[in-house]
């Protein structure tokens, strides 16, 4: 499960079958100067950067005002198997379970929980002030600003663990979760996506999978959330979209599918399975640009994401 390409808040980053790292967009602060590296995984932030090496170090680059470039040690026998960017706020999944969190951290965002007894996360999301850790058993804690109303930007509930975050159906799991701007994501295994917190732009109104060209049901295989818009994948390798830009199918060129999507603050991204790259939405500062790859193509669909929103 290793993210390929990443959105920040208006720059991009593609993670090369090299293991170098390439960025475009935004680069008021060289978020998009990546270090030289053998990376295996990216995140991109509101203005920063995180890229984990194959000896599980991870170096943060771009904007470091509330130091969220400024990884700390994992404790002695541990390392990072993966990382996520928010806007001000940084973490990290070790390999024993728990999370680190870094960066500006007034509202808790940094302060993961310990798992509950007999459990332990295998992902993380970070979004504007909020973030998110998948349980191995298909539940889902959330910590830092605790809900918003994102019609007057008043949070609340700092501090503590989310309560608001919702069971799985019965007989599902959640197998991957994305934070957007002031929303959540969880994706289930059955296909199913379901969304909670900020709704503002109805990017928590999931629509239907549509049918595929014989007819046949499709389904979710991964998520993305956006400031106001959500991304997801099918198994069919289309893109549906919802919220600010409501009902966008993007199509894969002929002879290709998608296998990845990505969700900035105003523009999205999709790899696809020939290595490149498509964007679209917002491109003021180049970021949904074009961009030729190769990029490493994973071993699966079922991926995780993890992006800042503005």
């Known amino acids: ?29 060289d978020q998009c100067n990546a270090p030289k590296g053998s990376f295996i995984q990216i995140a991109a932030g509101r203005c920063h950067s995180l890229g984990l090496l194959d000896d599980g170090r991870v170096i943060g680059w771009g904007d470091n005002g509330h130091d969220q470039c400024n990884t700390p040690e994992p ?19 070790l390999n024993n379970g728990r999370v680190l969190g870094w960066g500006y ?28 850790g998948l ?25 503590v663990v989310d309560e608001d975050t919702p069971e799985p159906p ?3 799991r959640f197998i991957q979760v994305a934070a957007g701007f002031e929303h959540s994501l969880g994706l289930l295994d059955d296909g199913r996506v379901i969304g909670w917190k900020g709704n503002g732009a109805v990017q928590l109104d999931v629509p239907e999978p549509p049918l595929d060209p014989e007819g046949r049901p499709t389904r979710f295989i991964q998520v993305a959330a956006g400031y106001r818009h959500s991304l997801g994948l099918l198994d069919n390798g ?24 990505a969700a900035g603050s105003f523009h999205s991204l999709g790899l696809l399975d020939n290595g490149q790259v498509l964007g679209w939405g917002d491109n003021d500062e180049g ?19 993890s992006a800042c929103k503005r």
């Open 238 to 261: 289309q893109v549906l979209g919802w919220g600010s830009n409501p009902d966008v199918v993007a199509l894969a060129p002929a002879g290709t599918s998608f296998i990845q999507v």
């Open 170 to 172: 019965a007989g599902t």
């Open 75 to 93: 404790p002695e026998g541990t390392s990072f198997i993966q990382v996520a960017a928010g806007t001000g706020h940084s973490l990290g999944l």
């Open 105 to 132: 951290n007034e509202d808790g965002r940094c302060d993961a929980p310990v798992p509950p007894e007999g459990t332990h996360f295998i992902q993380v999301a970070a979004g504007r002030n909020h973030s998110l």
């Open 1 to 29: 499960m290793i993210p390929t390409i990443a959105t920040g808040c208006a720059h991009s980053l593609g993670l090369l079958d090299n293991g170098q790292v390439f960025g475009w967009g935004s680069n008021e602060y």
């Open 135 to 159: 349980l191995d058993n298909g539940r889902v804690l959330g910590w830092g600003g605790n809900g918003a109303d994102v019609n007057n930007g008043e949070l609340y509930n700092f501090n």
């Open 287 to 305: 970021q949904s640009k074009y961009q030729q790859g190769p990029f490493r193509i994973p071993s699966t669909g079922k991926l995780t994401k």
